[in-house]
T-cell receptor, first 114, second 115 residues
Framework: DTGVSQDPRHKITKRGQNVTFRCDPI?????LYWYRQTLGQGPEFLTY????????KSRLLSDRFSAERPKGSFSTLEIQRTEQGDSAMYLC????????????FGQGTRLTVV | SQQGEEDPQALSIQEGENATMNCSYK?????LQWYRQNSGRGLVHLIL?????REKHSGRLRVTLDTSKKSSSLLITASRAADTASYFC???????????????FGKGTLLTVNP
């Protein structure tokens, strides 16, 4: 499978714990995005990488959130001191900038904070 | 904030009928894309239409774009039960330095196709 891969698919954690999600983009894509989707809503932009550089972070991304993309390949999204409001689907997408913003999404990681 | 707004929020039709979903947005865009999402799954890219295009086809899908009205429509012809999903429009309004990197999604239309 050469699509965008996310791990884990589901995560249940207790409030206050730290969680980390991983995204493996399509290998030749140099852009990588993280979105968050809550029930009944469309995805909302969180952050964007061009190769290894994080070029923009949404105001939704509080200081408890950190994302990295070392070496411009896979990316991790960490949430520290999780809160119940962090419960959502976290979606990763990647694209190749020369063809515009046709982004390919992974299956997402569903986070439940209890 | 969500720029796109799909209409209707929910649509239920019989297999074989056509389904039309509309999307309105607020700011000028570089392109508009439609995605499908099955329950609890990731998004599947359906079609991208650029701001200088007015209509685009892909299989049973037809997308129109009216930049003067800031609206788009997605038509699915001869619907199938497998088309049951949520459909989202996403706009790309560009960004700093002219690079396009951020999609703004609407809340989606939940389409149910009854066999």
């Amino acid at each position: 499978d050469t699509g965008v891969s996310q791990d884990p698919r589901h995560k249940i954690t207790k409030r206050g714990q730290n969680v980390t999600f991983r995204c493996d983009p399509i290998s030749e894509h140099n852009r990588l995005y993280w979105y968050r989707q809550t029930l009944g809503q469309g995805p909302e932009f969180l952050t964007y990488f061009q190769n290894e550089a994080q070029l923009e972070k949404s105001r939704l991304l509080s200081d408890r959130f950190s994302a990295e993309r070392p070496k411009g390949s896979f990316s991790t999204l960490e949430i520290q001191r999780t809160e119940q409001g962090d419960s959502a689907m976290y979606l990763c997408a990647s694209s190749f900038d020369l063809v515009g913003l046709e982004a390919f999404f992974g299956q997402g990681t569903r986070l439940t904070v209890v | 904030s969500q720029q796109g707004e799909e209409d209707p929020q929910a649509l239920s039709i019989q297999e074989g009928e056509n389904a039309t979903m509309n999307c309105s947005y607020k700011t000028s865009i570089n392109n508009l894309q439609w995605y499908r999402q099955n329950s609890g799954r990731g998004l599947v890219h359906l079609i991208l239409i650029r701001s200088n295009e007015r209509e685009k086809h892909s299989g049973r899908l037809r997308v129109t774009l009216d930049t003067s009205k800031k609206s788009s429509s997605l038509l699915i012809t001869a619907s199938r039960a497998a088309d049951t999903a949520s459909y989202f429009c996403a706009t790309d309004a560009g960004g700093s330095g002219g690079s396009n990197y951020k999609l703004t999604f609407g809340k989606g239309t939940l389409l149910t196709v009854n066999p």
